[in-house]
């Protein structure tokens, strides 16, 4: 069964410091990646997606993610972060194309001003 | 510009009550979806459908029924509410199929039951 995994429940860094939020999935072929963002208090807002090609995505806010075949892995990425970053963060697979998502449960970033 | 629009936004039920939730969205996206978000297991899938009167079965669909009355519209149906279903939900619609879009979320609607 597809899965996905954020191994790290809480982040916290510095304003000005470079973030790295981990993501991990289990499908044996190609995926479809997905990360989203969630404030407090709001819906989720779409920052980037994979569907083919170049391995480094790049999205909204100044994120950028990187999908690495070799570990399954599809880390979300940003430099340098800002107090206004502060938010909970979701990775999500598709499997079917039918934009499906199977979400991890989400890494909340705490960025210190 | 699209959007994705959900009510009530809040709900309080009691136990074995019936909750109808809904959800429009004005995108023209084909496919439309019903999430659950609890602490600790991010968003969940319970139903989808592809175009009006079609549904599909998603990952934690006991308990909800749902139905795809037109392109626009899709509700979810809670006919005995149990305490277990006490969640945020989300609605969400995309143009699955073309690549162009990612889903679309909705504001959420909390729903307690008592």
């Known amino acids: 069964a597809q899965s996905v995994d954020q191994p790290d429940a809480h982040v916290t860094l510095y304003e000005g410091a470079s973030l790295e939020l981990r993501c991990s999935y289990s499908y044996s072929a190609a995926p479809y990646l997905f990360w989203y963002v969630q404030y407090p208090g709001q819906s989720l807002q779409f920052l980037l997606k994979?569907?083919?090609?170049?391995?480094v995505v790049k999205g909204t806010k100044g994120f950028e993610a990187e999908f690495r075949k070799s570990n399954s892995s599809f880390n979300l990425k940003k430099s340098p972060a800002h107090w206004s970053d502060s938010a909970k963060y979701f990775c999500?697979?598709?499997?079917?194309?039918?934009?499906?998502?199977?979400f991890g449960s989400g890494t909340q970033l705490t960025v210190m001003p | 510009e699209a959007a994705v629009t959900q009510s009530p936004r809040n709900k309080v039920t009691v136990t074995g009550g019936n909750v109808t939730l809904s959800c429009r969205q004005t995108?023209?996206?084909?496919?439309m979806y019903w999430y659950r978000q609890d602490t600790g297991h991010g968003l969940r899938l319970i139903h989808y459908s592809y175009g009006a009167g079609n549904l599909q079965i998603g990952d934690v669909p006991d308990g909800y029924k749902a139905t795809r009355t037109t392109q626009e519209d899709f509700f979810l149906l809670l006919e005995l509410a149990s305490p277990s279903q006490t969640s945020l939900y989300f609605c969400a619609s995309s143009d699955a199929g073309t690549y162009n879009q990612a889903p679309l979320f909705g504001e959420g609607t909390r729903l307690s039951v008592l």
């Open positions: 995108n023209s996206h084909n496919y």
């Open positions: 999500a697979l598709d499997s079917s194309g039918s934009w499906q998502l199977i």
């Open positions: 994979y569907i083919t090609g170049d391995a």
